[in-house]
């Protein structure tokens, strides 16, 4: 399977580390995931997005990409193909105007499925679908859960996001799910500001805070929410892995159907699949 990571921050900031530098960021473990890689970073509110078939370790463009990228909001993925040819419209994250997209999962049959998934997508938007993977059809269709609250060129609420994942998510096991073949839809979804990612069956750990920031006596955005959990629910970093990346950082495993994400005011969401309740003290 896939592996995932999500970052937003109240400043640009790099994430070198958490693509390249430590042992079990996205570059060394593509080893182990070799069929693409992706990453979606933003500059003043557009995505730009580098995609590459090739194995991200041995790709000069990815660590020269992960040397130089600083954003508040960035989205990553190295693949291991389990739908689709391993090429470069394959790769994630996927994007549409303001929106990315990355999923680590799997439809089992999707190809037999792959019909009724499409009849499910807005018909304007069906036509943008380039590859050949679950995954984009997954995008596609969460976007047409995300126009039902308007444009999509317009801001939405965290809360509107995480009810589209969610109902996107149902959609998929209504439709594909067997007795023994269950989707598995773990994702994450950003439009720059806001930033959604739900547990679907694959691993999925969150971070806001860190045991102690190393840029503690530079940083003029320090804050004791950097450091221990926010008692306001307000962040300065929100970061999202499928798995957790060795450093500072605190991180919290999420459950399966578990939806967590910030706001464009990095006001933290989270949704059991239940209640849903914005978090007063995280880890």
């Known amino acids: 399977m896939c592996r995932l990571f999500g970052f937003r921050s109240v400043i640009p900031s790099q994430v070198h580390r958490s693509l390249l530098k430590a042992d079990n960021a996205l570059g060394p473990i593509s080893s182990n995931h070799p069929d693409g890689w992706g990453v979606a970073y933003y500059v003043d509110g557009s995505p730009h ?12 463009l990815f660590h020269r990409l992960s040397g130089v990228v600083s954003s508040e909001t ?3 993925h190295v693949r291991k193909a389990t739908q689709g040819d391993v090429n470069v419209l394959n790769c994630h994250p996927f994007q549409y105007g303001r929106y990315t997209f990355a999923h680590n999962g799997d439809i ?5 499925r792959r019909a009724r998934l499409l009849d499910e997508i807005v018909p304007r938007l069906r036509g943008f679908i380039l590859g050949d993977t679950d995954s984009e059809a997954i995008f596609y269709l969460l976007l047409s859960q995300l126009s039902a609250y308007g444009p999509l060129t317009a801001r939405l609420s965290v809360e509107e996001v995480a009810a ?8 998929v096991r209504e439709l594909c799910d067997e007795p023994g073949a269950r989707s598995l839809l773990t994702m994450i979804v950003t439009d720059g500001t806001a930033m959604v990612a739900v547990q679907g069956g ?18 003029p955005h320090l804050s004791a929410a950097c450091e221990a959990p926010s008692p306001s629910g307000h962040v300065n970093h929100f970061l999202v892995s499928s798995e957790p990346i060795e450093g500072e950082n605190v991180w919290s495993p999420l459950s399966e159907g578990e939806i967590v994400g910030v706001d464009f005011r990095m006001r933290l969401h989270r949704d059991d699949g239940g209640a849903t309740r914005r978090l007063s003290v995280v880890g």
């Open 49 to 60: 997005v580098t995609r590459s078939a090739q194995t991200a370790l041995g790709d000069q």
């Open 74 to 76: 960035v989205l990553a």
């Open 108 to 112: 089992p049959n999707f190809a037999s």
């Open 164 to 171: 589209a994942v969610r109902k996107t998510e149902r959609i």
């Open 202 to 219: 694959k691993e999925l750990f969150f971070s806001t805070y860190k045991q102690r920031c190393g840029d503690r006596e530079i940083c």
